[in-house]
């Protein structure tokens, strides 16, 4: 069951094969929910969720699903995942399904879930799947929250919505947040250097000329 | 991958449809009730926060009866309309119709200390969706008591600011009217002065809904404008 093969799908896409740094896929997302860490959380949980159960159910439809309609049957099992996510949360959940508001139904474009069904869940068992699902949620999610804790330290002065730096003392002395990292364009700053960084510490994730 | 039959691709599409369709219909029709309940309670909760009563789900019913204690409707010209029940009109439905036929919904509240609170909804459009939220005034009219704010698809961490209580704590006190004049209360960027009874800060990053927030409680109070006056104390 939690064969070394198994545990790789596990940590790979948390290091080596992130589906954010090292994939390039779902930055847009990791741009929009980043500016709080709450939303960030909460995102990278529902992404996991819907990776995670879509893949067990593609790869337990494998043998059944044609080839020509693959695509449609990949996106009709993700937005039924999604919607269901959705109304159960506005029926149980509702102050969080308000936070989430639109990105919840947004998760249905995001292009790690597709791609994992694409790559992985037509190919392999439901078990496999599941675990490989968990995997690259738990990779999209990592990213996803340092992103956020930086653009909320740094851009609102707050953790959590606790005042940091405010308690901190800073703002006294002349400190000022930095209304930059609360725009969207440095999500992607910070992305670019988080793949920097850690391209820098395992060559051999640079690409050969 | 073994090739598949035409007769196969559409039995199996055939029947993942009607499997999801009753899937999908199933859990929408099993959840209404709750979530439509949901709806009800954060209306309400969202009224009594603007009038300073914080509440959770299990208390907004039994404040709501406590602290609001009654509720009309006018149509356009000032006047009270009997036959309309204020707390199921919708605002954006009513929105849509010639101003005329508009019916406006008021609340009124006392507070914890007594005063005589009126509270006047009020709904507009950010910069992704629909903004909402309660603007309650004083005694006189004029003077803001309290503010509640909240969207549906705003950023988080621009836009979506309008909902926290940063934002919201800065409209107490400001004024609607200068002298019997509607100035409604403008959303500044760069900062309103202190002494500026008619604005509040913008949010930075927020433009746009900053703006479409301005614009709202310009558009909706100013509809109200007949009954303020003619209420004042």
């Known amino acids: 069951m939690f064969s070394a093969r198994n545990l790789k799908l596990l940590t790979g896409p948390i290091g080596k094969d992130n589906p954010i740094t090292i994939q390039v896929l779902g930055i847009c997302s990791a741009l929009a929910v980043t500016a709080k860490l709450e939303p960030a959380i909460v995102m990278a949980l529902s992404v996991t969720m819907v990776i995670a159960v879509s893949n067990v159910v593609v790869a337990a439809m494998r043998k059944f699903i044609p080839d020509r309609i693959r695509i449609i049957v990949q996106l009709v099992v993700i937005a039924t995942m999604v919607i269901l996510v959705d109304q159960f949360l506005k029926a149980y959940a509702f102050d969080v399904s308000k936070q989430l508001s639109v990105f919840v ?10 791609g994992r069904l694409e790559a992985f869940a037509m190919a392999n068992k439901p078990w496999p799947a599941f675990i490989d699902g968990l995997g690259n949620g738990a990779g999209y999610g990592i990213i996803l929250i340092v992103v956020a804790f930086f653009r909320e330290f740094l851009g609102s002065g707050t953790i959590f919505g606790y005042p940091v730096m405010e308690k901190l003392g800073l703002y006294s002395i ?36 | 991958m073994k090739e598949f039959s035409n007769r196969y691709i559409f039995i199996f599409s055939s029947v993942m449809v009607i499997v999801v369709a009753t899937l999908l219909s199933l859990a929408a029709t099993l959840l209404q009730p709750r979530q439509l309940k949901n709806l009800e309670l954060e209306k309400k909760k969202s009224m009594l926060e603007s009038i300073g009563v914080p509440s959770t789900r299990e208390t907004t019913e039994n404040l709501y ?37 508009q019916y406006m919904p008021v609340f009124k509240a006392a507070s914890e200390k007594g005063d005589k609170l009126t509270i006047l909804p009020v709904q507009g459009t950010g910069l992704w969706g629909p903004i909402f939220g309660y603007v309650s005034v004083e005694s006189d009219m004029n003077t803001i008591y309290g503010v509640t704010f909240d969207h549906t698809g705003e950023t988080p961490g621009l836009g979506a600011e309008i909902n926290t209580t940063s934002f919201e704590s800065m409209f107490p006190g400001k ?19 202190p002494d500026d009874v008619h604005g509040v800060d913008a949010i930075s990053g927020g433009t746009i809904t900053s703006k479409g927030l301005e614009k709202m409680l310009q558009d909706c109070i100013v509809k109200y404008d007949d009954y303020l006056l003619k209420n004042r104390n």
């Open chain 1, 105 to 114: 139904g947004l998760i249905i474009t995001n292009c790690i879930i597709m």
């Open chain 1, 174 to 209: 002349g400190y000022e947040n930095n209304g930059m990292m609360i725009l969207p364009p440095m999500a992607l700053i910070i992305v670019g250097l988080i793949i920097w960084y850690q391209r820098s510490k395992d060559k051999t994730l640079i690409e050969n000329k």
């Open chain 2, 65 to 101: 009866d406590k602290f609001i204690n009654e509720s009309f409707v006018l149509n356009s010209k000032g006047d009270v309309v009997d036959s309309v029940e204020a707390f199921g009109v919708v605002l954006r439905v009513e929105q849509r119709k010639p101003l005329e036929q």
């Open chain 2, 175 to 193: 004024k609607l009217y200068e002298a019997d004049k509607f100035v409604s209360i403008g959303v500044i960027k760069g900062g309103a002065k």
